[in-house]
């Protein structure tokens, strides 16, 4: 079955970085496209950033934008997101997703908090 596991999440300080990585298993990751979304307190969850099955194409929400950077390794069926100049805004549960077969599969979320 399809598994995604999101690791790497926790307390920073605004400014700071985070590495978000996502664990892939139960179907044949390199073959498909991988989204990261979050989900604030009290708001709906959101797209953050896509990456396609080869990388060549990658795309960003605008508040993410040159800030955030989605990254994979086939060889790895990981998935990352590399998180620079973290803003208080940024805080949220961060999700791994993507669409197998028409279905959408999502990990468990991993939170980052940023806060002085």
């Known amino acids: 079955q399809v598994q995604l596991v999101e690791s790497g999440g926790g307390l920073v300080q605004p400014g700071g970085s985070l590495r978000l990585s996502c664990a892939a298993s139960?179907?044949?990751?390199?073959?498909?496209?991988m989204r990261w979304f979050r989900q604030a307190p009290g708001k709906e969850r959101e797209f953050v950033a896509h990456?396609?099955?080869?990388?060549?194409?990658?795309n960003y929400a605008d508040s993410v934008k040159g800030r955030f950077t989605i990254s994979r390794d086939n060889a790895k069926n990981t998935v990352w997101l590399q998180m620079n100049s973290l803003k208080p805004e940024d805080t949220a549960v961060y999700y791994c997703?993507?669409?197998?077969?028409?279905?959408?599969?999502w990990g468990q979320g991993t939170q980052v908090t940023v806060s002085s």
């Open positions: 997703n993507s669409r197998v077969g028409g279905a959408d599969y």
């Open positions: 139960g179907f044949t990751f390199s073959i498909y496209a």
């Open positions: 990456i396609s099955w080869s990388s060549e194409n990658t």
